[in-house]
């Protein structure tokens, strides 16, 4: 592996703290949800921030009695001549902290466009994999405040919701599985000098930099946007107090959810007394749609911009409630029926064409905690 210096979204923050190494006094801090877990897989790229996390893992482990067990692994996606090599390299380097390490190959067609989202997609479905295979119930990642800041950029221009804008969180779920993010409030600066510090090497993937993909571009303007007071450490701010938000609603969409059933309805939760649903404020409603359409369709996540065309549409029915109203959307089938908003599974289409499902950025971005997140 060769060294090389990191880039770091949160050039506006001074001070030693933001870029001084990690030290062993936040390593208990830092580790202290591995601690329910009596396996840990951490995969490692061979990068700065993956590489910290496999050597500051092995050393908060190698300081305590008992713990989780840890491994790591490797994904090799086969895009680049280099991949192999560098994946042997990091396997060396586990060894040499004493942690069993494997490699991943993603094996397969490739597709034409969306590689990266793809990519991603097939690296969680691996690590996941070998996760399983190896009896652990949690992956270790090493996002870093960087990353949680181009996260919430990135969703913001792709118009995502309140739940997108949460960005990352350090307690996720995937696969049935944990994933930890200890370094998520960690700017990657740190990480680097962690690295320098102890004489430790990394790799780069060149497409990190790509200015064909969205994010090396956003990271292109971490400099200009930190200039603004728009850096890292404000953003992943903003990230924490809409998440702050976010679960107040959800708790809110809970307690409407439960007053707003029809008597009766307990074998058909989905089916909403209109009067109540009417008197809600447009997010809990909003998010209340949401959240049934995603029960029972069958294409896929429901976008933001349908759902709130769809939430605007019922207004104007819901006032002339004798006026037939059916719609569908995501698979799903919305109708007003007297007193009564029905969602149930769309009838199977005509057309003998695949369907395709939506595509949202972040997965469903307004039913927060009904939806997957990672």
Not at 90 to 116: E, T
Not at 124 to 143: K, V
Not at 231 to 237: E, G, P
Request: hydrophobic share 45%; glycine share 10%; aromatic share 4%.
């Amino acid at each position: 592996m060769t060294t090389g210096g990191g880039t770091a979204m949160d050039t506006g923050a001074t001070g030693l703290q933001e870029s001084s190494p990690v030290d062993d006094g936040d390593l208990d801090a830092l580790f202290a949800p591995f601690t329910s877990h009596p396996c840990i897989l951490i995969a490692i790229s061979g990068g700065p921030d993956s590489t910290a996390l496999l050597h500051l893992a092995a050393r908060w482990r190698a300081g305590r009695a008992a713990g989780p067990g840890l491994i790591a692994a490797t994904v090799d996606h086969g895009l680049r001549a280099e991949a192999t090599r560098e994946a042997e390299a990091v396997a060396a380097f586990a060894a040499r902290l004493g942690v069993p390490h494997r490699i991943l190959v993603w094996r397969g067609a490739k597709p034409a466009h969306g590689i990266q989202e793809a990519a991603r997609e097939a690296r969680y479905r691996l690590l996941a994999e070998a996760a399983q295979q190896a009896g652990a119930t949690a992956i270790a990642l090493a996002h870093t405040r960087d990353d949680q800041a181009e996260t919430v950029l990135f969703r913001l221009a792709r118009g995502s919701g309140l739940t997108g804008l949460c960005g990352m969180r350090g307690d996720a779920a995937r696969h049935g599985l944990a994933l930890l993010r200890p370094f998520l409030d960690v700017p990657k600066a740190r990480l680097v000098a962690t690295l320098e510090a102890a004489g430790l090497a990394f790799v780069r993937d060149p497409s990190n930099g790509d200015p064909s993909f969205a994010r090396p571009r956003l990271r292109a303007m971490a400099q200009a946007l930190a200039g603004e007071g728009l850096d890292a450490r404000r953003l992943a701010v903003l990230a924490r107090r809409v998440a702050r938000a976010d679960q107040a609603l959800e708790a809110a969409t809970d307690a409407a959810e439960a007053a707003a059933r029809l008597p009766g309805a307990q074998e058909r939760p989905d089916t909403i007394s209109l009067d109540a649903f009417a008197a809600l404020p447009d997010e809990i409603a909003l998010r209340l749609l949401g959240r049934a359409i995603h029960r029972v369709g069958t294409e896929g996540p429901v976008e933001l911009a349908k759902l709130e065309a769809l939430f605007e549409a019922l207004k104007v029915a819901g006032r002339t409630p004798s006026a037939p109203f059916r719609r569908t959307l995501a698979g799903a089938l919305v109708s007003l029926r007297g007193a009564a908003l029905h969602v149930a599974a769309a009838p199977p289409r005509r057309e003998t064409s695949p369907i395709a499902p939506n595509s949202p950025v972040d997965g469903p971005v307004v039913l927060g905690k009904k939806g997957p997140r990672s």
